[in-house]
């Protein structure tokens, strides 16, 4: 697939410093939306989509031969069109008609408006077993697709994540990457105190699973669990990636006294104070 690049580690950050410009702005100009969801998951959407692990198509986007990746965590929507625009699928123009009354880019991801979007989430819980039927169809298929699918660490609260992680051991399904986004909150608080699942590691172990866990705001970590994940060849991978809500513009959101910030945009004020921090 001609359009999958592969860009080194200086020229990622660079791609993910941009990314994180555009969903400040994005989120602040649509007035709504989860911009602290979507910046504790850029530096793995940047290294996906540039770093050469995502084979994808702006000439054929639903190319059956693709490697797909599924946002379970839909809310977090904005990093996926800024990665998108980044890569040239879309304009600024476009995207900056987030959340408007019949833009196609909707508040969550929507399948039947968009073809670079492998599936409509937002109703968390449910992207892992679609990335498990995806696995065993492409294997079926006798394609070598990978499906990757990113959860919240909120979301893994959910009881279908359970039930796919169980099924994904069961078929060895190899070409199955699920990668947990562990910000350390959730919509109402610190998931250790709404629901606290910690260690992930040894869950996903116990289930069969090939586990790391990383810094997943360092792009040299992302870089290489990625790598790592894919030399794996009998049985399903995790990358648990310990992030932080809003990395990036940590310091703007200090002084409000709510580091979660959880579906709510920057003020126009506020986000010219992270983009400031974005140069
Ligand atoms: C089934 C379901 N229940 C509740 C919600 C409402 N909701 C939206 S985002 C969110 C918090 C998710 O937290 P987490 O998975 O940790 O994602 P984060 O925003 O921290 O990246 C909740 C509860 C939902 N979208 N789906
Ligand atoms: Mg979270």
Same mark, same amino acid.
């Given at each position: 697939m001609a359009d999958a690049t592969k860009q080194s580690i200086d020229q990622l950050k660079e791609t993910a410093k941009a990314i994180r410009r555009l969903i400040i702005q994005i989120t602040t100009e649509a007035g709504s939306g989860h911009p602290t969801s979507s910046l504790s998951a850029v530096e793995v959407v940047t290294a996906l989509y540039f770093g050469g692990f995502l084979r994808h198509s702006k000439v054929n986007p639903r190319d059956p031969k693709r490697d797909r990746f599924i946002l379970s965590k839909g809310h977090a929507v904005p990093v996926l069109y800024s990665a998108l625009c980044q890569a040239g699928y879309y304009t600024?123009?476009?995207?900056?008609?987030?959340?408007?009354?019949?833009?196609?880019?909707?508040? !969550?991801?929507?399948?039947?408006?968009?073809?670079?979007?492998e599936a409509s989430t937002g109703s968390l819980g449910q992207g892992l077993s679609l990335g498990v039927g995806h696995a065993?169809?492409?294997?079926?298929?006798?394609?070598?697709? !990978?499906?990757?699918?990113?959860?919240?660490?909120?979301?893994?609260?959910?009881?279908?994540?359970?039930?796919a992680l169980a099924s994904a051991e069961k078929y060895r399904l190899a070409n199955l990457t699920a990668i947990v986004d562990q910000n350390g909150y959730q919509q109402?608080?610190?998931?250790?105190?709404?629901?606290?699942?910690?260690?992930?590691?040894?869950?996903?172990?116990?289930?069969?699973? !090939?586990?790391?866990?990383?810094?997943?705001?360092?792009?040299?970590?992302?870089?290489?669990?990625?790598?790592k994940a894919r030399a794996v060849t009998d049985r399903p991978t995790a990358i648990i990636s310990q992030t932080k809500k809003g990395f990036g513009i940590l310091p703007v959101l200090e002084p409000t006294g709510d580091l979660n910030y959880h579906g709510k945009p920057l003020s126009k004020e506020l986000a010219e104070k992270a983009l400031a921090l974005l140069k």
């Open positions: 600024f123009e476009q995207i900056m008609t987030l959340r408007k009354l019949g833009s196609p880019f909707e508040g !969550h991801p929507n399948m039947k408006q968009l073809d670079t979007m065993l169809a492409c294997r079926l298929d006798g394609f070598d697709s !990978h499906t990757y699918v990113m959860m919240g660490d909120g979301e893994m609260g959910e009881g279908q994540v359970w039930e109402t608080g610190a998931t250790k105190d709404v629901l606290d699942l910690k260690p992930f590691a040894a869950k996903f172990d116990a289930f069969g699973w !090939h586990t790391q866990v990383i810094e997943g705001n360092s792009m040299e970590s992302v870089v290489e669990a990625l790598t």
